[in-house]
Structure formats: C-alpha cells, structure tokens
C-alpha cells in the first residue's frame, strides 16, 4: 500500500495540472478577403460618374467625388477642399462654357487591404467644343481612398502634354 500511495498522489496532481490547464486559445476568424477586382470596378464606376458630372457641366456633382479635404493638382494650379475645387470647376466652365472633356481609364490598383487605391488615365480637354481652339491632351493620376465605406477621391494631378494636331 505504500507504493500505491505516491502514485496516486501522482496521478491526482496530473489530472489537477491537466483540468487547470487553460484551453487553447480559439483561432480568432481570418478577416474576409477583399474582392480587390470589385473594388477595382467600383473605382471606375466612380470615376464614370464624376467624367458624367463633369461633361454635364454639373460642378457640384463633379466635386462631390472628392473628400471634404481633397486636393487637386493640375499644371501648377493646386485646390485644397472640395469647396475651392467647386469653385475652380465653376470658374472654368464660365471662362469656357462650350468646352468639353473627356477621359480614359488606363489602371486602377487597389491596395490589398481595400482602402486606397489609384487610378492612371489620359484626358482631352478642347476649351470651345468645336471651335478652332486646339484640344488638350494630358495624363493623370487619382488616388482614392475608402471612408466611411464609400470610395472618394483624395488627390487628383494631371499634366497637359500637348495639344492636339488641327485637323
């Protein structure tokens, strides 16, 4: 009976340390991937929207794209906040009312967590529709980012190339 007492004890402090043990921590869940070929598209769904409000001359639709503290940066022309790109906008379509504008997405990038993401494309601007005043091509560059779950547009810059060949 003597060598049946320490293992007992033995076994009763296994089985004490074994219940006392804590559970394994349960795996928290993966965070659900991002769709980045959606978010892509609805990127370009925006911008579709906002070339929609810009051709219709609807300047507070065009700016309504961008953060309340977006910023836009064109040939040495810079507007900071949505109000003084309203504003810009309203100027230029005033200084010429039959201009017309036009651009093409070339790349969207989202970022892999799906809240930034920029788009590339190239535009033509012809400041009297169709007058003799040659159109302006340039390039641009637009970064987006998520807030409060709808994309906006952060910083739009562009540069104007060259002007387009009479013809």
Not at 61 to 66: E, G, K, L, R, S
Not at 76 to 92: L, M
Request: hydrophobic share 50%.
């Amino acid at each position: 009976m003597r060598n049946l007492i320490p293992a007992v004890s033995a076994i009763a402090l296994l089985t004490l340390v074994a219940c006392a043990a804590p559970e394994p921590a349960a795996e928290e869940p993966a965070a659900p991937a991002v769709d980045l070929a959606a978010e892509a598209q609805a990127v370009r769904d925006l911008s579709a929207k906002w070339l929609a409000a810009a051709q219709a001359k609807d300047e507070a639709a065009a700016a309504a794209v961008f953060a309340e503290d977006g910023v836009t940066i064109f040939d040495g022309t810079i507007d900071v906040g949505r109000a003084a790109i309203q504003a810009s906008n309203e100027a230029e379509n005033a200084e010429n009312p039959d201009s017309t504008i036009t651009w093409t997405t070339t790349e969207v990038h989202v970022a892999e967590a799906g809240d930034m993401a920029y788009e590339r494309g190239n535009w033509t601007f012809d400041p009297d529709g169709e007058g003799a005043a040659p159109a302006e091509l340039g390039e641009f560059v637009t970064v987006y980012r998520k807030i409060d779950g709808a994309w906006m547009v952060v910083a739009d810059a562009g540069t104007t190339l060259e002007a387009a060949s009479a013809e």
